[in-house]
């Protein structure tokens, strides 16, 4: 959530990298913003980005009453911040300019902590970016106080898990692939480099996610959220060792292990189809064998984030029964084409 706008201009620091002690207080900031808010401050990438190593992002901290009260992260052009879809080619980037994420301490909001941790990151590059995620009121109110305009959205859908997902027989959510194709899961020590290749040609338009090295990867792979079974790849009878198409799902084991199991929700992390195989039909049952792996863990319901101009994308899922949930919106003062 973005702060309202204040006069008062608090101390505010930016550094390079973040020791031990630091990343901690952001996670706990962060925890308390989704407590108040509903709504995660901070995404993934911003959570992983605390330990990382001098000069990768950019981290502005304001203090107030003796603990943090104010945090942002810039990301450099390309950065993190959201997720997306790749089955349809990816979405355009949306600038050059660094993609930050602010969040303000509930308790010390409307004092001036949030306006001066933008101002350091405009000051440092004016063509900066901010995710808004939820799309609060609070958000697009401090947005137009600051003459900010929104730049992209990013929809997260939603739907319930059926019998019918886990037999691979829901209606229109077929999981037969076309002939040619064949489906396994991801082999950790095999598959990195062809995924990489395909991942980046699939997402090559993407602002984050065709972006990722094999560094990144193997961050998320030491994640404990992370299972093979659930990464599914695609290969052509025509080029084996090649991944076609894959779709990587996610499971969150301290949401499941701190609330009701059957009322967690996994997760369409990323689909993408490289281009020599786009308009093959792979996409809907690529898709469908997602959620058949999702369904067959008991979980009810499942979850996406798609880039709200990714219209095949939107086509895709919005016809295999998702809907929008919430919207995440990116401001910047810099003009550029609507979302």
């Not at 059926?162 to 999981?175: K, Q, S, V």
């Not at 609330?259 to 020599?276: I, K, L, Q, R």
Request: glycine share 12%; hydrophobic share 40%; aromatic share 6%.
């Amino acid at each position: 959530m973005l702060p309202v706008p204040s006069p008062t201009v608090p101390p505010v620091s930016t550094l390079p990298s973040l020791s031990p002690g630091q990343a901690e207080e952001v996670r706990t900031l962060g925890r308390r913003a989704a407590d108040a808010d509903g709504v995660a401050a901070l995404s993934e990438q911003t959570l992983l980005s605390l330990a990382a190593p001098e000069g990768a992002v950019e981290h502005v901290l304001a203090y107030a009453a003796g603990h943090l009260g104010a945090y942002a992260q810039c990301q450099p052009a390309g950065g993190g911040g959201g997720g997306s879809d790749g089955a349809d080619g990816g979405s355009p980037g949306d600038g050059e300019g660094p993609s930050v994420e602010l969040v303000v301490d509930p308790a010390l909001r409307r004092q001036g902590l949030g306006s001066a941790v933008w101002a350091a990151v405009e000051a440092r590059d004016p063509r900066a970016r901010v995710w808004a995620h939820g799309d609060l009121p609070s958000a697009r109110g401090f947005a137009a106080a600051l003459g900010l305009e929104p730049v992209r959205e990013l929809h997260k859908m939603a739907r319930p898990l059926t019998e019918a997902d886990a037999t691979g027989e829901a209606a229109g959510a077929a999981t037969a692939l076309p002939a040619g194709f064949s489906a396994r899961t991801f082999v950790p020590g095999q598959d990195e480099e062809a995924w990489l290749e395909t991942n980046a040609a699939a997402f090559a338009r993407h602002p984050e996610q065709g972006r990722l090295t094999l560094a990144d990867l193997r961050e998320r792979m030491d994640q404990p959220w992370f299972d093979p079974a659930g990464f599914i790849v695609v290969e052509a009878d025509e080029a084996p060792g090649r991944v076609a198409a894959f779709h990587w799902t996610k499971v969150d084991p301290e949401q499941r292990s701190t609330s009701d199991p059957a009322a967690t929700a996994g997760e369409v992390y990323v689909v993408g189809v490289h281009p020599a195989y786009q308009g093959r039909g792979l996409a809907r049952p690529l898709t469908a064998l997602g959620l058949a792996h999702l369904a067959g863990l008991g979980l009810p319901e499942v979850v996406l984030y798609v880039d709200g101009d990714n219209t095949g994308a939107l086509r895709t899922y919005s016809s295999l029964g998702f809907r929008d949930i919430m919207v995440d919106v990116m401001y910047s003062r810099a003009v550029h084409a609507r979302v």
